[in-house]
């Protein structure tokens, strides 16, 4: 911190949103809508993108944003990839809105047993949709961020961005039945992140010539 000059409040922060996640589970809290759930994601997930970006001395508020989103983004993702095993541990994290909007509530989905008994019903499927649909729109708002970042750190973040999107990607192949299993990145899906990640990088020297 001190070498750095690493910005306390948001050390601060991430405990707090450690804290909440515990006591949330230990209560059986829920989300009442997505800006809950993004109030959590600004203390759980933002802080190391903008700790990062401190580092770089990048402190303009369209990157401090584009940060934002695409750190919101990984934790979403994160989320709506482990229904399977967050519900069982009694972590639940679903906005009660958006259930609601599809005929669901937190109990139907806490005492829903999907592995090995029956498949979820077509409107758990609907709402998982939606979530990914909203988790990649925010990864696609931060993504430009890959190109304000010089050498190795720009890389990872394209790889960091991709990994997102695959899993997305992967959740979706699955008829976003992640109730059932969890989907994962492995050495398989490198070529295509490779890819697509290059082609991020192409398209930063297109637009800089342009």
Known sequence: MQQFRLPESLL????????????????????????????YC??????????????????????????????????????????????????????????????????DLRTFRPIGVAPP????????????AWARLLMLEGAPLVHRLPGRAGWELRFVVQGGLRILDKIEALGFDTFSQRPTVGASDAPRMAWRALRMGIRMRRQSAA
């Open 12 to 39: 601060a922060d991430l405990l707090s949103a450690f804290v909440q996640d515990i006591e949330m589970t230990r209560d059986g809290g829920t989300y009442a809508d997505r800006a809950a759930l993004l109030d």
């Open 42 to 107: 600004s203390r759980s997930a933002n802080p190391v993108g903008r700790l990062l970006l401190h580092l770089y001395g990048v402190e303009d508020p369209v990157a401090l944003a584009q940060s934002d989103a695409i750190c919101s983004a990984l934790q979403l993702i994160n989320f709506w990839q482990d229904p399977s095993v967050d519900l069982p541990r009694g972590r639940f994290y679903l906005p009660v809105d958006n259930c609601a909007a599809h005929d669901l509530t937190p109990h």
């Open 121 to 132: 019903p077509p409107r758990a499927l609907a709402l998982l949709a939606d979530e990914v």
